[in-house]
């Protein structure tokens, strides 16, 4: 049903209609120029052989170091492997850890392919869902009451996708506890960490201690952060015996990611981290313009987003699952949004900032006055 939506709003643009899109799962700007002529000048030098699966060793010690400054987090290069695309990074994470019958316990609204992968791999996804007055996070209550023998994992995404939430070192201190006295794996998804905006720092939870973060898998990646979604890349770093099944479990599979692609990689993370800080900076004044014109509209409810690229519309009081008020949305008035359903939260919407300000000042107007009429 989600799909039919994105479909007809394709549909549509195709027609030539002026369709306000906040469907986004991207950064609207083009990759860094010094990231494309790194892969180009790696393709010019012949780096157009197999890597080892793991990924160029420049890069996992680049991704290692990176961990270490900015996450707080120590792991050697072998435990890092680099795949294509963080989705690819969950997804080996879950193959590699979770067997059939195991229990992976998701907050929802979460991220629609984490109990999709889940439940590929034979596991079973346990859905929790959470308040919009706890800021669509789980407590560590929350997540202790949902355990049970078969618990193997519990996924945390921070900041979030679609929420925008952001957890606090504090938050994520009293998750960890739980999971640590019960042996609980934990998958965190940290792909939007450089989108945070504010007074709430991005804390990595495996920097808690060494205990926790040889239960911790942790994902990151180019996609978001330097716009690099179409080059495939993303990276695991986890417990020297996962990061070895993760190896094992893509040589067989993928092998590499696209070695010119690493290359390209190795460049972002060589760079001054201060390129990203204008892309970052824009997504703000975005944020906070749509936040203020949400709050104005008196039956739709709104948390501020703290990270990401998304804002979650309350769409509770009016009454419409989050398809029938996407479709009739996109009919009557052109402006297409994500439906909840796709994130286990049927009482919403998702609108992504990921767009220009023009395009989100119409599609607001827009989005205001049929909330009005409905
Ligand atoms: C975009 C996204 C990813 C995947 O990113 P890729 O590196 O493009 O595969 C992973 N997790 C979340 C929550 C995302 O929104």
């Known amino acids: 049903m989600t799909l039919a939506v994105t479909a007809q709003a394709a549909?549509?643009?195709?027609?030539?209609?002026?369709?306000?899109?906040?469907?986004?799962?991207?950064?609207?700007a083009d990759t860094p120029e010094f990231i494309k002529e790194a892969?180009?000048?790696?393709?010019?030098?012949?780096?157009?052989?197999?890597?080892?699966?793991?990924?160029?060793?420049?890069?996992?010690?680049?991704?290692?170091?990176k961990l270490l400054v900015e996450n707080n987090l120590e792991y050697s290069p072998v435990q890092?492997?680099?795949?294509?695309?963080?989705?690819?990074?969950?997804?080996?994470?879950?193959?590699?850890?979770?067997?059939?019958?195991?229990?992976?316990?998701?907050?929802?609204?979460?991220?629609t392919s984490y109990p999709?992968?889940?439940?590929?791999?034979?596991?079973?996804?346990?859905?929790?869902?959470?308040?919009?007055?706890?800021?669509?996070?789980?407590?560590?209550?929350?997540?202790?009451?949902?355990?049970?023998?078969?618990?193997?994992?519990?996924i945390i995404n921070s900041p979030g996708n679609p929420t925008g939430s952001v957890y606090s070192e504090e938050e994520l201190r009293a998750i960890a506890e739980v999971a640590e006295g019960e042996d609980i794996l934990i998958l965190s998804?940290?792909?939007?960490?450089?989108?945070?905006?504010?007074?709430?720092?991005?804390?990595?939870?495996?920097?808690?201690s060494p205990a926790v973060r040889d239960l911790t898998i942790t994902v990151g990646g180019f996609s978001k952060a330097y716009s690099m979604t179409g080059w495939r890349l993303g990276y695991t770093a986890a417990s020297a015996e996962i990061a070895k099944a993760i190896d094992i479990l893509q040589s067989h599979s993928t092998s590499n990611a696209t070695t010119f692609a690493q290359y390209g990689a190795l460049a972002a993370l060589a760079a001054d981290q201060a390129v990203i800080e204008d892309m970052?900076?824009?997504?703000?004044?975005?944020?906070?313009?749509?936040?203020?014109?949400?709050?104005?509209?008196?039956?739709?409810?709104?948390?501020?987003?703290?990270?990401?690229?998304?804002?979650l519309v309350n769409i509770g009081e009016m009454g419409l699952t989050s398809v029938n008020f996407a479709e009739k949305l996109l009919s009557r008035y052109e402006v297409a949004v994500v439906p909840g359903e796709a994130f286990g939260a049927d009482k919403?919407?998702?609108?992504?900032?990921?767009?220009?300000?023009d395009v989100i000042k119409e599609g607001l107007d827009r989005f205001e006055k049929f909330c009005r009429e409905h």
Request: glycine share 6%.
């Open 11 to 28: 549909s549509m643009i195709r027609e030539g209609k002026e369709v306000c899109s906040f469907g986004a799962g991207e950064p609207d």
């Open 39 to 65: 892969a180009i000048n790696a393709l010019n030098e012949g780096k157009t052989k197999y890597t080892p699966s793991s990924g160029l060793i420049e890069l996992r010690e680049a991704i290692a170091e």
């Open 80 to 111: 890092v492997a680099v795949n294509c695309g963080a989705k690819h990074s969950c997804f080996n994470a879950l193959f590699a850890c979770c067997d059939a019958g195991d229990e992976v316990i998701i907050p929802a609204p979460y991220w």
């Open 116 to 154: 999709e992968m889940v439940r590929m791999i034979g596991a079973e996804p346990v859905i929790i869902e959470t308040e919009e007055k706890n800021d669509w996070k789980i407590t560590a209550e929350e997540f202790e009451n949902a355990m049970s023998p078969k618990t193997k994992m519990i």
């Open 189 to 208: 998804d940290e792909i939007y960490e450089k989108l945070v905006y504010d007074e709430t720092p991005h804390f990595s939870i495996g920097s808690i």
């Open 280 to 311: 970052r900076d824009e997504f703000d004044v975005r944020r906070q313009y749509m936040l203020g014109r949400l709050q104005a509209i008196s039956n739709v409810s709104v948390v501020e987003p703290k990270g990401a690229f998304y804002v």
């Open 348 to 357: 919403t919407v998702r609108l992504s900032y990921a767009c220009g300000l």
